[in-house]
């Protein structure tokens, strides 16, 4: 289990306190998708959804970006 899970409504990372997901949950995210890339990008998509409620303040393109910019 990962420490590196989002602390909510702010979406730091709680294992090193950098916006999540940071590049460790990155790296695990790809791992534990690698045979479902298109699961990934809807996990991620769904948690964006979620997350611009939180950061109504973030840009649309800061928040695609961040969620799903790195996803591919």
Avoid: K, N
């Avoid at 090193?16 to 460790?24: N, V």
């Avoid at 690698?34 to 800061?62: F, I, K, N, T």
């Amino acid at each position: 289990m990962t420490t590196h899970e989002p602390v909510l409504p702010i979406w730091t990372c709680g294992g090193c306190g950098g916006p999540w997901p940071c590049g460790t949950r990155r790296r695990e995210l790809r791992a534990e998708y690698a045979d479902a890339p298109v699961s990934l990008a809807l996990y991620l998509g769904a948690q964006l959804v979620r997350a611009s409620a939180d950061l109504h303040w973030v840009s649309a393109g800061a928040l695609h970006r961040r969620f799903l910019g790195w996803v591919r």
